[in-house]
Nanobody
Framework: QVQLVESGGGLVQAGGSLRLSCAAS????????MAWHRRAPGKQRELVAI???????NYATSVKGRFTISKGNAENTVYLQMNSLKPEDTAVYYC?????????WGQGTQVTVSS
């Protein structure tokens, strides 16, 4: 089992920045990827960014050039640096870890961007 704890959400004005953190604990071996997803009010959950175990990254078109996903030195942490935030980025952001055929999720952290 893998446990995930997210932090860093909050309220920010449009144009501002936030940095989300996710720390994984438990059986953290053979992790193939770590990702951030989000669910905005009334919308389906969407993939925001993903980073593989070899450091390859991919982003949703809506956040390219504004968000950056990275891993910590300890390899059990993943960050999402969010710059130039827009009101449409308002959502609950979820950390996701892929381990073999298993997928683990954090509890989510709220990000609210005011106009």
């Amino acid at each position: 089992q893998v446990q995930l704890v997210e932090s860093g959400g909050g309220l920010v004005q449009a144009g501002g920045s936030l940095r989300l953190s996710c720390a994984a604990s438990g059986s953290i071996f053979s992790i193939s990827g770590m990702a951030w997803h989000r669910r905005a009010p009334g919308k389906q959950r969407e993939l925001v960014a993903i980073i593989t175990n070899v450091g390859s990254t991919n982003y949703a078109t809506s956040v390219k050039g504004r968000f950056t996903i990275s891993k910590g030195n300890a390899e059990n942490t993943v960050y999402l640096q969010m710059n130039s935030l827009k009101p449409e980025d308002t959502a609950v952001y979820y950390c996701n870890v892929l381990q073999g055929r298993n997928s683990y999720w954090g509890q989510g952290t709220q990000v609210t961007v005011s106009s």
